[in-house]
């Protein structure tokens, strides 16, 4: 059995020979201030060829761009209701003063067509700052890839970052992947990716048997999680560009829930090798060098790093009698219990920033919701209610976007948000599908 | 078509012109109006162009492609990652591992150019055996299956409740005498915890009852343990029935 890997096409991203100086005029933004975002208007890119697929192809880029970019943050798009009318393929089909009238009062706008033939496909894709006086033009790009849906969503997925990195304040996430695992045979569990918006998935492993709690390596290039395959479960690590296995030595023991030390050098795991229960472990990250970290009756699992500083990890307890969400020095030094107010406190995630964790909190006996700890002001903050049991928190790398999983729906699927909770998406469909790790931004 | 492309050429002229003019313009401050003199600038060394492609673009592992590149205006061209310096135009097979974009770079008197082609190499996803022992039915009338029974728990406890007790003395008189029997004891819980933390759970409930059978006597050399968690239920309904049937130790043997 094989599959489609990821990208496939070319690609070739060329600076339009028209484009405008590189740098535009300043431009500045409120959403560092944490006000509304930048208002950019997205008319629908323009068929520039006759070829019979342009039409499903552009109706896949506008789809998707419209997407990224509502769902970036940081932006407001204007809605294509309140646009002028015409078609708005190239420069001079744009009149600024039509944008900024007070009808539409677009600050940007993202504009351009495609041309597909002879298996290729060319988009020329703009963004003007409308309220600039001179050297308008922000972007102009030609990007080229072959005819195919994939194609069309990764030029999309391309542009929508390059206008995200430049004018919300933040990064883009477009390009990034979602490891997770999707029990589509009942009781049959394998380790899957998808793009961030829940396209393109495709399986890793076929092994018939069952896998947990996948987590990339902060190069994104490997994927370590729990597997069966071998009966007891222990760890293993795969590689994300070519499946190839990477060996972790097994501790013996049910091993379980790797987590990548910041700099990829390490993993912190839960095992029982000692006997009675699971204490959190730290090896290298071929499983070699192992030091037990946690001394404690009862169950240690779920580790997760400070991934700002490598010197802090987060993980589940039941040591109080329930469980709950401790940190320690890396080292294992200085446990202290991270939400006091009781319940059942789980999946501690934390924030690329270092300065929040996410987490699992079951307040009373009912159902999990997503929480955000703020580790400077101590505050928690609610983001899920009254929908199912939303578990499993991941931090998007852009640090403003968290998915999870919900059981909403009647089966278990996997969800994005925002950070204030909004604009929650629903990724997977088929099966069950569940412990979603988002990646970090690939090189 | 023509009076276009004429139409393009005097207006190419006219700018032209347009732009002397200006250019004069600026020299209005000069004393004497000296014509200007017939300079033809040195021609600007043409820029270089380089095309790369893969053909095709998508290989199963193991397979080859071709790269072919041409390039113009160009005095060496290099193609990465692998190939180096290459000549101006010409081909080669490829068989990458993996997915890979190739880079190719023309350099000239005119600048650099570059272009680039990916490769997109299908590998099998990992393993399509599953090297897990089948699971061994025992159906013999007098075996382990029959005569050792499993043991619940109550909600996300792993204590021994003392009906539980009993259960497991039965087991151990059995086990001793069987004392050829190795087996396994797989720790369950509910899906109503996290998942996480029910491995942990699943793993305490099966190291519980190992160690009550090795304070009976049975040699803790003939026991595995393992944790499914919420894992392989053995009921899959949300009631309280269900549930308290999943929260159990299994045992199961493997001679």
């Not at chain 1, 695992?181 to 092994?207: C, F, Q």
């Not at chain 1, 972790?248 to 029982?272: L, M, N, Q, V, Y």
């Not at chain 1, 501690?348 to 987490?359: C, M, N, Y």
């Not at chain 2, 803790?220 to 053995?234: D, F, M, W």
């Amino acid at each position: 059995m094989t599959r489609k890997f990821t990208l496939l096409f070319l690609l070739i991203a060329v600076a339009l020979a028209v484009a405008a100086p590189k740098r535009a005029a300043q431009i500045r933004t409120g959403t560092n201030q944490g006000v509304i975002g930048v208002k950019i208007a997205v008319p629908e890119f323009q068929s520039a060829s006759s070829d019979p697929k342009t039409a499903a192809l552009l109706a896949i880029f506008n789809k998707v761009l419209w997407d990224d970019l509502d769902y970036a943050g940081g932006l407001t798009l204007v809605s294509r209701s309140l646009y002028p009318l015409g078609k708005f393929a190239g420069p001079g089909d744009i009149k600024p003063e039509a944008w900024t009238a007070p009808a539409v009062d677009a600050q940007f706008i993202a504009f351009g067509s495609i041309q597909a033939g002879n298996g290729s496909m060319s988009v020329e894709a703009r963004l003007w700052d409308l309220k600039a006086t001179q050297n308008r033009e922000a972007i102009g790009q030609r990007y080229k890839s072959d005819d195919t849906d994939e194609g069309a969503r990764f030029i999309a997925h391309k542009f929508a970052d390059a206008i995200v990195d430049l004018i919300s304040g933040g990064k883009g996430i477009a390009q990034t992947s979602i490891a997770y695992i999707s029990e589509r045979t009942p009781g049959v569990k394998e380790l899957y990716t998808m793009d961030y918006d829940g396209s393109s998935a495709h399986a890793l492993t076929a092994y018939k048997s069952t896998v947990l709690t996948p987590a990339w390596s902060p190069d994104g290039e490997k994927i370590a999680f729990t597997s069966y395959r071998r009966g007891i479960p222990d760890i293993e690590i795969l590689s994300r560009s070519d499946n190839r296995p990477y060996t972790f030595e097994r501790p013996g023991g049910t091993t379980t829930t790797p987590a990548w030390s910041p700099d990829g050098s390490k993993i912190a795991f839960a095992t029982s090798r000692d006997g009675s229960d699971m204490e959190i472990y730290v090896a290298d990250w071929n499983g070699k060098n192992l030091r037990r970290l946690t001394v404690s009756k009862g169950v240690d699992i779920s580790p997760v790093w400070n991934p700002r500083t490598g010197r802090e990890i987060a993980f589940t307890s039941d040591r109080s009698g329930s469980p709950q969400i401790y940190i320690m020095d890396a080292e294992g030094t200085n446990v202290r219990r991270l939400i006091e107010e009781g319940g059942h406190a789980v999946n501690a995630a934390w924030s690329p920033d270092g300065q929040r964790i996410a987490f699992a909190w079951q307040k009373a006996r009912s159902n999990f919701d997503i929480y955000i700890h703020d580790l400077t002001t101590g505050q928690n903050t609610q983001l899920t209610s009254d929908a199912g049991s939303n578990e499993k928190p991941t931090w998007a790398p852009d640090g403003r976007h968290i998915a999870f999983e919900s059981s909403r729906t009647g089966t278990k699927q996997i969800f994005s948000m925002i950070l204030d909770g909004t604009k929650i998406r629903q990724l997977t469909n088929a099966g069950n599908n569940t412990g979603p790790a988002w990646s970090g931004f690939f090189k | 078509m023509r009076l276009t492309h004429m139409k393009s050429v005097l207006l190419a002229l006219f700018l032209f012109g347009m732009l002397f003019l200006v250019g004069c313009g600026g020299k209005k401050t000069a004393a004497a109006p000296t014509p200007p003199p017939p300079v033809t600038p040195p021609p600007a060394a043409p820029a270089p162009a380089i095309t790369l492609r893969a053909e095709p673009a998508t290989i199963e592992r193991g397979g080859s492609t071709t790269l072919t590149w041409e390039a113009r205006n160009a005095g060496s061209v290099t193609i990465t990652p692998e190939l180096g310096t290459v000549s101006v135009t010409g081909n080669r097979a490829v068989t990458p591992g993996s997915s890979v974009t190739y880079t190719a770079t023309a350099t000239g008197p005119g600048g650099t150019a570059s272009d680039i082609a990916r490769v997109t190499v299908n590998v099998p996803a990992a393993s399509t055996t599953p090297v897990e022992p089948p699971r061994r039915p025992d159906v013999s009338s007098g075996g382990l299956a029959q005569n050792v029974s499993d043991v619940l728990f109550d909600y996300d406890k792993a204590d021994l409740r003392p009906e539980m007790v009993d259960v497991l003395k039965k087991n151990a008189s059995w086990l001793k005498t069987n004392a050829n029997v190795r087996f396994t004891i797989e720790g369950y819980c509910d899906d109503r915890g996290s998942e996480e933390y029910n491995l942990g759970l699943g793993d305490r409930r099966a190291n519980v009852v190992k160690e009550f059978l090795v304070a009976q006597g049975v040699a803790a050399n003939r026991i595995n343990t393992v944790s499914y968690g919420e894992e392989r239920p053995l009921c899959r309904e949300e009631t309280e029935e269900c549930f308290a049937k999943n929260r159990r130790a299994h045992f199961a043997q493997m001679n």
